[in-house]
């Protein structure tokens, strides 16, 4: 699968790419236990245009694109990987947060608001920190419950990888 598209939330425009995932993180022993169970998606997220802070309806609006994904494929597991090459914009709250943190607690509070507000209970977003030598890294894995026995084995998986 290799699906983008353009959403436009306000002033902000943002690029949001939904791929194969190539497995760079996990062990191919690890992905041959898994594969016949989930299919493994990488998404991104870019903005392309705006430099307003995104409202919590721009959020849920991307939220929904994800959702929709997941609503699709019951075996889906959406990997987003929270990056740090864009700096979050400075608030006396968030200084003491790496971009990483701050980025992956917006995800989870995202993900948590959009699934209480819908009334779903069969999601569920597994984040791995893997802490680094100068910041951590933040892994977000969105899936169906019924998944979750493959997601412990991939998020351990993920500690091996990056420990390395």
Do not use: W
């Amino acid at each position: 699968m290799h699906e983008c598209g353009v959403v436009s939330c306000g002033e902000n425009v943002y690029q949001i790419c939904v791929e194969d995932y190539e497995g760079r993180c996990f062990s191919p022993e690890t992905l041959s236990k898994v594969s016949n169970y989930i299919n493994l998606y990488s998404v991104s997220l870019d903005r392309m245009s705006g430099a307003t802070p995104p409202s919590v309806k721009e959020l849920m609006h991307l939220a929904g694109f994800f959702a929709d994904l997941l609503y699709q494929d019951d075996k889906a597991v959406l990997i987003y990987i929270c990056d740090f090459l864009n700096p979050v914009p400075a608030r006396k709250r968030r200084q003491e947060l790496s971009s990483q943190e701050y980025r992956s607690r917006l995800f989870s509070l995202l993900f948590q608001r959009f699934v209480t507000s819908n009334g779903l209970t069969d999601y569920h977003d597994t984040v791995v920190e893997i802490p680094g030598t100068e910041e951590s890294f933040y892994v977000h894995m969105i899936s169906s419950i019924s998944v979750l026995p493959q997601i412990e084995i991939l998020a351990r998986d993920l500690h091996v990888g990056f420990d390395k």
